[in-house]
């Protein structure tokens, strides 16, 4: 027999109601200055303690955050979501992930499930899905930030729950990776640009060819294969272009990961890493350092991402909220070994 003091109990010392008691807890108007130090005064007494349940209810907020990402065991998103957790911990929130696995019909049904659950707000990460489609979610979703995606659509309508986004500057990323390979005398340069519905690949693509062209180079179209954002998915998309492609003498990859995969089939390629073939990844995860030879990447401050995301959404949910607009960081280039 649990000896738990519930609400009912103050409510039936102090003589009142429990709609009463549940008013001075989450201190609302409506209650006389008598009524609410008596309960005070009995709650103190009893020691009683709401739980998170009597608060939900009465609050209609159960202080948690959804968060989407495409992938834990991807360093990159583990570290975005280490500096989610930290700042919505801090602030009383918690927070429910759920991984996508970097399938768009797995988001896609996650994101209906979370119409069915009680979170206050979501955090979208790197979402694959259609701009209509995602829209359409977000209309019946909660108050919501996207991070590394944009949505070309009706950002003011009332039904869009759309905050804000967060973003990486991937077109400035690309052109500061290649204008390095040019200006070390590569001419062609291929790109291993991850998945095709990544906004980041997208936009990174667009700063790969921009640069490109304003050197005054043609890049050929087989110079460009998108593959899966994991070392394997780089391995196999640099041992493509090495056979059919071998006059490149450059990569450029979507992410660390997708560089290291690069590395690897160099090595089995015969090409050594940088005398014959530059490589510059994404990111600057810890593993970019510690590889051999290291990386040359385009650093993003993960954890910094996560904390704005977070900060934005929950300024939003104290009833805060600001316009709708883009928090965008511009990433910075980091020369180590792999083209130095």
Not at 181 to 192: A, D, K, S, T, W
Not at 196 to 224: F, H, N, T
Not at 285 to 309: E, F, M, Y
Request: hydrophobic share 40%; proline share 5%.
């Amino acid at each position: 027999m649990s000896n738990r003091i519930t609400m009912s109990d103050v409510a039936r010392k102090a003589g009142v109601s429990l709609m009463t008691v549940s008013r001075v807890i989450n201190d609302k108007e409506d209650v006389s200055v008598e009524t609410r130090l008596r309960v005070l005064e009995i709650i103190k007494s009893m020691d009683y303690r709401p739980s998170a349940i009597a608060r939900s209810l009465a609050t209609q907020q159960t202080r948690t955050i959804g968060l989407l990402i495409p992938d834990i065991s991807n360093p990159f998103f583990a570290d975005v979501t280490l500096g989610i957790e930290h700042l919505a911990y801090a602030q009383g929130y918690h927070v429910f992930l759920c991984n996508t696995d970097e399938d768009p019909e797995r988001e896609l049904m996650l994101l209906q499930s979370l119409e069915e659950k009680q979170i206050d707000g979501l955090i979208l990460c790197s979402s694959r899905l259609a701009d209509n489609l995602l829209l359409d979610l977000l209309a019946h979703l909660p108050a919501t930030v996207l991070m590394h995606r944009t949505i070309n659509g009706s950002n003011n309508d009332r039904k869009n729950s759309l905050v804000q986004s967060v973003l990486i500057d991937d077109q400035t990323g690309s052109r500061l990776a290649i204008q390095h390979l040019i200006q070390r005398g590569h001419h062609q340069i291929g790109f291993l640009a991850g998945p095709a519905l990544s906004y980041s690949s997208v936009s990174r693509k667009k700063g790969y060819y921009s640069s490109l062209e304003s050197a005054g180079i043609s890049p050929d179209s087989g110079w460009v294969v998108n593959c899966p954002p994991y070392v394997h998915g780089g391995y196999q998309a640099a041992l493509h272009l090495l056979t059919e492609h071998p006059e490149l003498t450059a990569f450029f990859c979507f992410n660390d990961l997708v560089a290291v995969g690069a590395l690897q089939a160099c090595r089995e390629s015969g090409r050594g890493v940088p005398d014959d073939l530059n490589v510059v990844g994404f990111d600057d995860i810890p593993l970019a350092d510690l590889v051999s030879p290291t990386l040359t990447t385009c650093r993003v401050p993960r954890q910094k991402l996560g904390t704005l995301a977070v900060s934005a959404l929950i300024e939003h949910l104290k009833d805060r909220p600001g316009e709708s607009q883009q928090i965008v960081m511009q990433p910075e280039l980091i020369i180590r070994q792999s083209a130095p």
